[in-house]
C-alpha cells in the first residue's frame, strides 16, 4: 500500500470556525490532490497539487484552500467550515502526472453542525 | 453535468460468475480511464487502467474493455469472488496545469458477490 496518512479521521466541528486538514506521503510522490465524496457525486476534486508550493484549483473550491511547503504534506484548510462542507475528504498521490494512478488516504469523515 | 456516468447503483451477482460493471462518459478528452474499488471506510483502492488509444487490458480475473466510439467501458471480474463485494468506480483522466491528472468518477455501483 501507499504511505498515505489522513489526519484527522474524524472530526466534528461547528460552522463558522476554521478547519485543517493534513495529508502525508512517505513515497516522495510529486502529485498531490485533495477530493471529496458526497452521495450521488462519486469523488470531485477540489485542489492539487503539483510540486512543492505549486497548486492548483479543482472543480471544487470554493470555500477551501490548501498549502504544500514540502513534498510529503498537503494541508487542507477550510476558512470558515459550512454545513455544506460536511463530506468525506481523501487525498491522493500519483508519481506522474498523465496516464498515471492515483493512490488514495483512508479519507477524513468531517461533519460541520 | 455528470461526465462519467454509471448507470447501475447496484449488482448482485453469485460467486463464480461472471461480474459486469459498466461506465459512461461524455467528454471527447478524456485520454485515460480508470476502475477503483472501495470498502466502507476506506479509500479508493485502484484496480485497473486502460489508456484512449487501447480497446482492452487485462489483469488476472479483471478486464477492462473500452469503446471509444460509444464512450463506453466496462469492468468484468471473472469468476467472481465474496470478496469482490464493494462499491465500483469508473474514473475518467484529463490533463491539468503542471502536467498533473483530474480523475473524474462516477457515481459508483455496489456489487455483492452472493455465495
Known amino acids: 500500500d501507499a504511505g498515505i496518512t489522513q489526519s484527522p479521521r474524524h472530526k466534528v466541528t461547528e460552522t463558522g470556525t476554521p478547519v485543517t486538514l493534513r495529508c502525508h506521503q512517505t513515497?516522495?510522490?510529486?502529485?498531490m490532490y485533495w477530493y471529496r465524496q458526497d452521495p450521488g457525486h462519486g469523488l470531485r476534486l477540489i485542489h492539487y497539487?503539483?510540486?512543492?508550493?505549486?497548486?492548483d484549483k479543482g472543480e471544487v473550491s470554493d470555500g477551501y484552500s490548501v498549502s504544500r511547503s514540502k513534498t510529503e504534506d498537503f494541508l487542507l484548510t477550510l476558512e470558515s467550515a459550512t454545513s455544506s462542507q460536511t463530506s468525506v475528504y481523501f487525498c491522493?498521490?500519483?508519481?506522474?502526472?498523465?496516464?498515471?494512478?492515483?493512490?488514495f488516504g483512508p479519507g477524513t469523515r468531517l461533519t460541520v453542525l | 453535468d455528470q461526465q462519467v456516468k454509471q448507470n447501475s447503483p447496484s449488482l448482485s451477482v453469485q460467486e463464480g460468475r461472471i461480474s459486469i460493471l459498466n461506465c459512461d462518459y461524455t467528454?471527447?478528452?478524456?485520454?485515460?480511464f480508470l476502475w477503483y474499488k472501495k470498502y466502507p471506510a476506506e479509500g479508493p483502492t485502484f484496480l485497473i487502467s486502460?489508456?484512449?488509444?487501447?480497446d482492452k487490458n487485462e489483469d488476472g480475473r479483471f478486464t477492462v474493455f473500452l469503446n471509444k466510439s460509444a464512450k463506453h467501458l466496462s469492468l468484468h471480474i471473472v469468476p467472481s469472488q465474496p470478496g469482490d463485494s464493494a462499491v465500483y468506480f469508473c474514473a475518467a483522466s484529463t490533463t491539468l496545469t503542471g502536467t498533473a491528472s483530474k480523475l473524474t468518477f462516477g457515481t459508483g455501483t455496489r456489487l455483492q458477490v452472493t455465495l
Open positions: 497539487s503539483y510540486g512543492v508550493k505549486d497548486t
Open positions: 467528454n471527447s478528452m478524456f485520454d485515460y
Open positions: 513515497e516522495n510522490h510529486r502529485y
Open positions: 486502460i489508456s484512449s488509444i487501447k
Open positions: 491522493a498521490i500519483s508519481e506522474t502526472g498523465q496516464y498515471n494512478e492515483q493512490f
